[in-house]
């Protein structure tokens, strides 16, 4: 969507999946969807180094809202989890210079059952710009699909009348591919800022798996949608909660900056480990995330458990790309994998070289040249992440 907004992919804290619909803010008052939540991870944003790493949206998943919507129509959070209401959430989230997101879905209800959209598209646009939110995640449950194709274009057609600029992510493909619709790309990237393409994300390594090898398989479809404004949305950032490993956490932060992908953690900022802190907030890797071209990277070689994923990024020198060049160990043989490998086999054949460098890891390879092979080590079910940038060269053209 031309908007202006996200031309990087987004990065942000997003409750869902750590906090799921828990409700109960009698019972558990410091894990309910409820204002004292958001206010809390928005400050935590700040003062743990998040928001100075890039991470700046806030946003409010489902089970937010009142079971009914108000006498006048309009929807209304929970009055005793947000007893002080959206707009003053939003501000506040505004005042840590943050910016503020919220859930609806295009339906009658949302998954959890609380009020839809469908049948006050108009007034609920109009709501969330009076409260001044800066990104709407519409999702897609009790509806059909096929009325997505006007039904999330429509929506989207009253939040830019409300005149206020909000970020707008959709689920409309995945619910279409659920229904074996195939879905209509180019209305889908005029329409929304991004998009989910694939199954929620679960605690769990089988889970991260499976969006890898989603986005791998049908790489031909999905990878020529992403660009600056329009955003394939692989899921949230599951680093830090009790699925993963530490090697998974490391492969899922550096097959997200691969991809191209919206960096929405969903993790207890108050009980994140240190090491798993240091994953998020990892600038080489969030600097290919968010590289200014917008070309979400493909999986090159897959053979016994190796893959290898490059993903084309800044600077270029005479039409040669820079990459971002991942290995991913699929195998839990239990000892590390050796990966060898020439610059050009993967495609890199600029005459001057490439620096390349270990984004986790502290080690520089120095310029190598594409007949070069370079050798690296991966961990079960990790991952070993380089930046290669092109060397300028100048092939002689004159005799002397
Ligand atoms: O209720 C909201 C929740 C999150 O917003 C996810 O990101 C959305 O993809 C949808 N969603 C859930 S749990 N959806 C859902 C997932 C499985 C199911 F059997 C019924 C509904």
């Known amino acids: 969507l031309d908007n202006g907004l996200v031309r990087t992919p987004p990065m942000g804290w997003l409750a869902?999946?750590?906090?799921?619909?828990?409700?109960?803010?009698?019972?558990?008052?410091?894990?309910?969807?409820?204002?004292?939540?958001?206010?809390?991870?928005?400050d935590l944003v700040v003062s743990e180094g998040y928001a100075a790493a890039g991470y700046e949206y806030i946003n409010i998943?489902?089970?937010?809202?009142?079971?009914?919507?108000s006498y006048t129509g309009q929807l209304q959070p929970d009055p005793v989890r947000f007893p002080h209401g959206i707009k003053d959430l939003a501000n506040y989230v505004h005042s840590k210079g943050l910016k503020f997101g919220i859930y609806e879905d295009y339906g009658n209800y949302t998954c959890a059952g609380y009020p839809g959209?469908?049948?006050?598209?108009?007034?609920?646009?109009?709501?969330?710009?009076?409260?001044?939110?800066?990104?709407?995640?519409?999702?897609?449950?009790?509806?059909?699909?096929?009325?997505?194709?006007?039904?999330?274009?429509?929506?989207?057609?009253?939040?830019?009348?409300?005149?206020?600029?909000?970020?707008?992510?959709?689920?409309w493909p995945v619910y279409q591919i659920y229904a074996g619709i195939q879905p209509n790309f180019s209305s889908?990237?005029?329409?929304?800022?991004?998009?989910?393409?694939?199954?929620?994300?679960?605690?769990?390594?089988?889970?991260?798996?499976?969006?890898?090898?989603?986005?791998?398989?049908?790489?031909?479809?999905?990878?020529?949608?992403?660009?600056?404004?329009?955003?394939?949305d692989p899921d949230m950032l599951i680093i830090g909660n009790f699925g993963l490993s530490y090697e998974q956490s490391k492969t899922q932060m550096a097959m997200w900056a691969i991809l191209a992908a919206p960096l929405l953690m969903s993790v207890d900022l108050r009980s994140i480990r240190p090491e798993y802190k240091a994953i998020l907030q990892n600038r080489k890797i969030i600097a290919v995330d968010q590289d200014?071209?917008?070309?979400?990277?493909?999986?090159?070689?897959?053979?016994?458990?190796?893959?290898?994923?490059a993903r084309p990024i800044s600077p270029l020198f005479q039409n040669y790309f820079s990459y971002a060049i991942a290995f991913l160990n699929?195998?839990?043989?239990?000892?590390?994998?050796?990966?060898?490998?020439?610059?050009?086999?993967?495609?890199?054949?600029?005459?001057?070289?490439?620096?390349?460098?270990?984004?986790?890891?502290?080690?520089?390879y120095g310029v190598l040249t594409p007949q070069t092979k370079i050798k690296v080590k991966v961990n079960p079910s990790g991952v070993v992440i380089l930046r290669a940038n092109v060397q300028p060269s100048y092939v002689q053209t004159t005799p002397y």
């Open 292 to 309: 200014p071209l917008g070309i979400q990277g493909r999986r090159i070689y897959k053979h016994k458990g190796i893959e290898i994923w």
């Open 330 to 364: 699929r195998r839990t043989d239990g000892t590390p994998s050796d990966v060898a490998v020439t610059l050009q086999e993967m495609g890199l054949i600029a005459p001057g070289g490439y620096r390349i460098e270990d984004l986790y890891e502290d080690v520089d």
């Open 117 to 171: 959209i469908l049948g006050s598209l108009e007034l609920d646009a109009l709501t969330f710009a009076d409260w001044d939110v800066d990104y709407v995640k519409l999702d897609g449950c009790y509806a059909h699909p096929r009325e997505m194709d006007i039904g999330y274009p429509e929506f989207g057609f009253y939040l830019n009348r409300t005149g206020r600029p909000m970020v707008y992510s959709c689920s």
């Open 16 to 42: 869902w999946e750590r906090f799921r619909c828990n409700t109960d803010c009698k019972n558990d008052p410091d894990n309910c969807i409820s204002d004292r939540l958001f206010r809390t991870m928005a």
């Open 61 to 69: 998943d489902d089970c937010w809202l009142d079971k009914e919507r």
């Open 188 to 232: 889908i990237i005029d329409s929304c800022n991004l998009w989910r393409n694939f199954d929620d994300i679960q605690d769990s390594w089988s889970s991260l798996e499976s969006i890898i090898d989603y986005y791998g398989n049908n790489q031909d479809t999905i990878v020529q949608n992403a660009g600056p404004g329009h955003w394939n």
